[in-house]
């Protein structure tokens, strides 16, 4: 039965490699003739690209613009979305639950830190402050007799103790309820405007309800989330252009931190830029567009990057070359170092002087003649 098995697998063995061979040289060949396709497209650009050059012999020359290459800075940025906060823009609740007698303010109301807002109905508190007023008066009266017959020697001084402790225990109760009455007047815990009122007079105020909603703007900061690729690059102090699109302004002002946590959900990690607001333009939660400048280089050769194409070779453009008597567009290839706002740094192709083409460039091949305007 074994031998049997063995004589089974082996021929199917052998007809799997057989395949995995075959398929390997259908691979080979179709590859090629994929190079030898690109081989021929590559001649019969080339061939195109003669027969124009030899047509535009005996037709009029290309008319194009072409500016000269000087040292020019290069400038690139990192550029995020960020958020307006403001740490003080706080919902206040009071400290006590009660009935609301009082609301002492009007939204949009410029308040000083102490201002009272609100109060809460204290009628039960005032009616026990009242009795331990009265007790105390009396204890006080008793106390006071007390000592002075202590001081004679005259009485126990269990009872001088009685006296004083009942004293003192009033006193600090009587502190208690004045502290829990002064806890039902809902007050502004710093200068700032009354952006919201939540409750109405005569409801049930607790401190799990929100009272009203107090904002001072004077001071905001933006916070955004920065890629974990530009940790090296962006440092507190470095200065960052600030866009507020919604209300057309434009400001500049320093990083003040970057956080020490990269955010594990998306590879980020926070700044934040801290900003004086007097004319209260900036607001909480309006979208920001941050730029930081992460790379400059201050004599470069930087082009517009719409006169850069590409093909099987690389990145290339056409610069005007003079050739005996005619003056040529040249097509030359490139190396982009970086790329932004429109404009490219050249690393490698190009040398200062060179002419480029920059207008009329999509009307030119290689050899073309052209004539500048």
Known sequence: MKHLIIACIIPLLFACSAQNAKENENKAEQLKEYKSELVLLKEKISDLENEIKNASDDEETINVLVEKLTPSKFEHYIQITGNVEADKNITITPETAGNIISIDVTEGQHVNKGDILGKLNTSQIQQQIDEVKTNLALNTTIFERQSRLWNQKIGSEIEYLQAKTN?????????????????????????????????????????????????????????GDVSESFLPYIKAGELAALDFPAINYQTEAKIYRTSNVIDPGNRSFKIRINLTNPKHLIK?????????????????????????????????????????????ARKTYVNVSKTYNNV??????????????????????????????
């Not at 109760?173 to 502290?179: C, R, T, Y």
């Not at 007047?185 to 200068?191: E, M, R, S, T």
């Not at 060179?354 to 050899?367: A, F, L, P, R």
């Open 284 to 328: 909480p939660n309006l979208i920001s567009v941050v730029k930081i400048k992460d790379y400059e280089v201050k004599d470069a050769i930087v082009i517009p990057s719409i006169i850069i194409k590409k093909d099987f070779e690389g990145n290339y453009l056409y610069v005007a070359k003079q050739e005996e008597k005619h003056l040529v």
């Open 344 to 373: 490219s740094l050249i690393e490698s192709g190009l040398t200062l002087g060179d002419q480029i083409i920059t207008e009329g460039y999509s009307q030119v091949v290689n050899g073309s003649l052209i004539s500048t305007k």
């Open 167 to 223: 004293k003192e225990g009033l006193e600090r109760k009587l502190e208690g309820l004045e502290a829990q009455k002064d806890m039902a007047i809902i007050k502004a815990p710093f200068n700032g405007i009354v952006d919201e009122i939540h409750q109405k007079k005569g409801e049930l105020a607790s401190p799990s309800i929100p009272f009203a909603q107090l904002v001072n703007i004077d001071n905001v900061y933006v916070e």
